[in-house]
């Protein structure tokens, strides 16, 4: 069998990262930039920590902010055509998954003009061109969407999320500073790290997984464990953990897949406009329960990656661990355990859109819609 892998060209890490972006730039001779950013960025001064950089170095950008929470097809493009407009010759995205999707959905649109339908993106696309060359600033420590290949987009007028999977896309530079992650609050630090252990342990016991992702979204287990509650709390070692630690789970799950924690969490986005990182967080226990028993060895070492002594346990026991550490700490990060919005009139249509999400198939127990319907049961 062989396993593809496929990674960042460069990418920069540690406090003071982004100091490194005007010397990249001038060593490509690009004379424009077109900056993806979230509005929220903007009036906070966030996205200003680089264009301060461009402006001191006299480097010109456009910024483009039209992009929501839960990027839609509108927001693709509407940035593809202020692309055009701008002039630019390569994109700076700064921002969370939002920034960094659309972004993505844009550069691979400005040079594959044939996948002009956002909808054409949808599962593997096959494109010819690689993004308008992309430098990714990460301000949240949790989708890792500068590591990855995938990016999701809303339909709202179908009420779905979609999920992209491209070669094409992964940007060329990751700029991962910690710096750029402190201004999260609480509830946004939380849930974005929630999300990325999601993606540490969906990706270690997804069917594809195998030896070089397993050993990497071991490691990333280990940091988020050690680190989210502490970077909730604003700490400076926690905030470079964290950093660290989405990073290194985005490298392996991008190469080898999700499961249905995710492919559920993108039907409560799209349906009631969940932030994702607080759907993965309530699926991702439930989930695992289901999934226990296809799962092998694997909740023993997912239970000692999160501090949880495993010696004398036997496989109920330290299945069970495993799930209540991961349980522990979403609760002790602040995430809820249910969803009011949730009604049982929804459920259909819920199980159906998780069930034809991209994800799903990577789950290590195959579910049936009742099997989702069920699940998503729990959080009423």
């Not at 999707?101 to 996948?115: R, S, W, Y």
């Not at 991962?176 to 609480?186: A, E, L, Q």
């Not at 991702?284 to 346990?313: Q, R, S």
Request: glycine share 8%; charged share 20%.
């Amino acid at each position: 069998m062989v396993n593809r892998f496929v990674l960042n060209g460069i990418s920069y890490h540690g406090k003071g990262a982004i100091q490194e972006i005007p010397a990249i730039i001038q060593s490509k001779g690009f004379q424009k930039a077109f900056i993806a950013s979230d509005p929220d960025l903007v009036k906070f001064n966030v996205t200003k920590k680089i264009t301060d950089l461009l402006d001191a170095a006299g480097m010109a950008y456009e910024v483009y902010s039209d992009i929501k929470p839960n990027p839609t097809i509108e927001n693709v493009l509407s940035g593809v055509e202020a692309y055009k407009k701008s002039g630019a010759d390569y994109m700076i995205t700064v921002g969370g998954g939002s920034s960094m999707d659309t972004g993505k959905a844009i550069g691979i649109i400005i040079n594959n003009p044939e996948f002009a339908d956002v909808r054409s993106l949808e599962g593997v696309a096959p494109t010819k061109n690689r993004t308008v060359y992309t430098i990714a600033v990460p301000t949240t420590a949790g989708t890792a969407a500068e590591a990855t290949i995938n990016y999701v987009i809303t339909d709202v007028e179908k009420k779905r999320k979609f999920v992209c999977v491209d070669v094409n896309d992964i940007p060329d530079i990751a700029i991962v500073d910690p710096d750029m992650m402190s201004t999260m609050p609480k509830g946004l630090t939380a849930s974005t790290g929630m999300d990325a252990l999601t993606h540490a342990i969906e990706g270690y016991t997804t069917k594809a997984a195998w030896e070089l992702a397993d050993c990497l979204n071991l490691e990333a287990i280990k940091l988020i464990s050690k680190n989210l509650r502490a970077a909730v709390q604003n700490e400076q070692e926690g905030r470079e953990g964290m950093a660290l630690g989405q990073f290194v789970t985005g490298m392996a799950f991008s190469n080898v897949g999700l499961g249905i924690a995710h492919s559920m969490a993108h039907t409560l986005g799209a349906v009631y406009d969940t932030p994702h990182g607080v759907a993965c967080a309530m699926m991702l226990p439930i989930v695992m329960e289901f999934n226990a028993d296809a799962t092998g060895d694997k909740f023993k070492y997912i239970a000692e990656a999160m501090g949880v002594d495993v010696t004398g346990m036997d496989q109920p026991a330290y299945r069970k661990a495993a799930i209540d550490a991961v349980r522990q700490l979403s609760i002790d990060v602040g995430i809820p355990t249910k969803l009011d919005k949730l009604k049982e009139e929804d459920l259909d249509f819920l199980a159906e859109s998780a069930a034809a999400d991209a994800c799903a198939p990577g789950n290590p127990k195959d579910a049936s819609i009742e099997d989702f319907k069920n699940l998503f049961r729990k959080l009423m």
